[in-house]
Structures are given as structure tokens and as C-alpha cells.
């Protein structure tokens, strides 16, 4: 039996951490040094270098089109 595709929300995985950040930040609950407030960020920033390494993939690709027309993502 195959596995199914995990299912894909509306908002990104990026913003959901971001906001989870955000709200642990703001509640005040947790210090910066608490280790799940780091692998929360942890994890935030894996997925905001994936995006960046994919945009930066995506821009060596276009090889010189990339100046002439701006990608639309």
C-alpha cells in the first residue's frame, strides 16, 4: 500500500513557526535558552534557508533572463 502525500495547509510551514515564535515570544512563557523555544527556531530557520536556497536555484537557472524579467514568486 502506498503512502499518501501529507496534506498541504493554506499557510506555509515558515509562517506557521514564525507565528508560533511570535506568540512564545510575546506570552513570555519561555526564556530564549529553553530548548524547545531553540528547536523552534531551530526549525523556522531550516525552512527559511530552504527557501532561500530555492530562490537563489531558481535564479542561476535563468542565467541572464533573470535580469531582464523579475521571477513571480
Do not use: I
Not at 530564549?32 to 527559511?48: S, W, Y
Request: aromatic content about 2%; overall charge positive.
Amino acid at each position: 500500500m502506498a503512502k499518501k502525500a501529507p496534506k498541504r495547509s493554506a499557510e506555509s510551514e515558515e509562517t506557521r513557526l514564525k507565528k508560533r515564535v511570535a506568540e512564545r515570544r510575546a506570552a513570555g512563557k519561555t526564556s530564549e535558552g529553553t530548548a524547545a523555544f531553540r528547536a523552534l527556531r531551530k526549525r523556522l530557520k531550516r525552512e527559511q534557508r530552504k527557501r532561500r536556497a530555492l530562490a537563489l536555484r531558481k535564479k542561476h537557472a535563468a542565467g541572464g533572463k533573470a535580469a531582464a524579467a523579475p521571477a513571480s514568486t
